[in-house]
Structure formats: C-alpha cells, structure tokens
C-alpha cells in the first residue's frame, strides 16, 4: 500500500545521482531527480533511496516512479511507455533503501514488456513490497485518434498554492508540510473542503507541474508523471464526505494504472481531474484525466483504494 496521499510529495535532500544528467539549479526538478535517479547494482537490479521523512510509510508515487525509471532504463533507445500496471502489496520502509528486480518478459519488433518486483528487508527477510508491469512502444501510425475535451477552468497563474491552502487549515499543516514540495500544486477548490461532493458535481481538478526543469528525457517524464498521479488521487474517493486526508476516513493505494496517451513534460503545467464512479465493501476506484496547458489529452489513470473510518 502506498503512504496517504496528501497534496504534496517529498522534496528529497541534495544528493549526487549516478547516471542520468540533472539541472544545474536545485529546484524541484533538481530534487524529484534525486528520487528518479538509481544505482545499478547488479545487471537489471537497481536501487532506490527515500528522502529523510518523519513519515511511517514510503509514498507510492515514489516507488511507482522508481520502479516505472528501472523498467525504463532497459528498454531500447526510442521506445518510450504506453501504459503501466502495478500493486502494492506493502506498505515500503522510509528506513530500507528499495531493490527494483527487473524482468525483460517481451522484446517484439514493436514493443517491449518489462515487470519490475520492489524489495525491501524486513526482520532479514527478502520481501515484495511493489509489483509493476509496463509496456513500451516504439510508436504506430495512427489508425484513430480523439481525446477528451480540457475542461474550461482558470489557468494556474493567481490560484492558491499549498502555503495559502494550509493557512486556513493549521490543523492539516504538520502532515502536508512533512510530505513536502516536489510537485507544486495550483487548487482550483479547497481540497479540505468539509462540504461532501454531491453528482453530477463530483470532479475535481489540481493544476500541477515539477518546477524547474527536468533532462529531455522521455523516461524521466513519463516516471515524474506517474510519481505525481499518486497524489490527490484516492481523496476523489470519500470526496462524497467531504473533508479531505486527515478527516474521518483514511486510506492507502491498492493497485495503480497510467495510460499515456501522448508526450507531456511534467516540468510544465498540466491539468489533473479527479472522480470516483465507485465505492463499495471498503474500496473505491479513483479515475484522473491529465491535460497539458494547451489541451491536449496526454494520460488516463486508475486506482483502487482501501478506505477506512477512522474509529476502525
């Protein structure tokens, strides 16, 4: 399971990073490359290491990021992921650095298939902590194509961020602050809001970028993307209660899905809708749609989140 989704995500601390080019100036995209970036150990072993934080659990983002960058970094020049599938089956040690095991399953004419097991040391057990499975391609002619419209909201530019959000809910501002910034967040609605969301109004939208400047690299982009669609997801969950993480229900990530239909560079804004069409028997399937800043459907994303009341 992946940690609480809060509307953030960890800012690790300056580090050298071993193999891919990173910015010269340590922003946020200085510091989410920190996280991206992974020592080979072995042929098809890498390992990744977690920012320090005082929280008790890895968030799942991070090592959907990692996982998705060590499937990435075996693929051939040119092929760059369609789509990943993947579970957490425990919740990942902030303490443990992580084993990402990968699996070259498929290498067609067209498309590569990779699954990637996460390992963490427990009590001197070797255990599953994450299992990816993602798909490469080297691009089709297209047959088909259409998309999803943008919804017509304001741009980025004069909404709150996460500073303004928490000044007015210093109760909230512990947890959010511990998670940290690598993904700055523009919220075109309070997303505290105790207000329960009532169909057909039941969306939600985050604007969303890694500021500074992340390598020209497919790969990275596509890992910061999925790293980033981890956050806010599963609240579209108990959105119908209103309230928000930290409120009377919590939660943690079962399964995680992205299809990227399009380039994105996740250095530049894009647009993250949310909603849920189902809850039952203690879970809820959360949906997001993803758009650049000029409209273009870029990734479609699901995941299945255990929520709990709190008294359980």
């Known amino acids: 399971m992946s940690a609480p989704a809060e509307p953030s995500a960890p800012v690790p601390p300056a580090a050298d990073g071993p193999s891919r080019a990173r910015p010269e100036v340590q922003t946020q995209a200085a510091a989410l490359m920190v996280v991206l970036e992974l020592e080979e150990r072995a042929p098809d072993l890498y390992v990744g290491q977690t920012p320090r934080s005082p929280l008790q659990r890895i968030f799942g ?3 959907a990021g990692q996982a998705l960058m060590a ?6 020049e040119g092929r760059y992921v369609h789509s990943l599938h993947s579970y957490f089956l425990r919740p990942g040690d902030p303490h443990e650095e992580i084993r990402y095991e990968v699996d070259r399953i498929r290498e067609g004419r067209s498309f ?8 963490q040391t427990r009590r001197g057990e070797d255990v599953a902590i994450f299992a990816l499975t993602a798909d490469f391609t080297a691009g089709e002619r297209p047959a088909v194509e259409h998309s999803l419209p943008m919804p017509d909201v304001p741009g980025p530019e004069g909404l709150p961020g996460l500073d303004e959000v928490l000044a007015a809910h210093p109760d909230r501002s512990q947890t959010a602050r511990a998670i940290g910034l690598a993904v700055e967040q523009r919220y075109l609605e309070d997303p505290y809001d105790p207000t329960p969301k009532a169909p057909p109004h039941t969306a939600s939208r985050t604007w969303m970028r890694v500021a500074g400047r992340l ?20 609240s579209a969950g108990f959105a119908r209660v209103g309230g928000g993480w930290g409120g009377r229900i919590v939660g943690a990530s079962l ?10 560079r996740a250095d530049e804004w894009f647009l993250y809708e949310i909603d849920s069409p189902a809850a039952a028997s203690g879970r809820a399937l959360c949906t997001g749609q ?3 800043a000029d409209g273009t459907h ?11 009341a709190v008294e359980e």
């Open 215 to 234: 390598p020209d690299d497919d790969g990275v982009h596509g890992a910061a993307l999925t790293f980033a669609s981890d956050l806010t997801l599963l």
């Open 61 to 63: 983002g991070q090592v």
């Open 71 to 76: 499937a990435d970094v075996t693929v051939p």
């Open 298 to 308: 870029v990734a479609s994303v699901a995941q299945e989140g255990l929520l709990r």
């Open 290 to 292: 993803i758009w650049s």
């Open 255 to 264: 399964d995680h899905a992205v299809w990227f239909h399009r380039p994105v």
């Open 112 to 119: 590569s298939t990779r699954r990637v097991v996460a390992r």
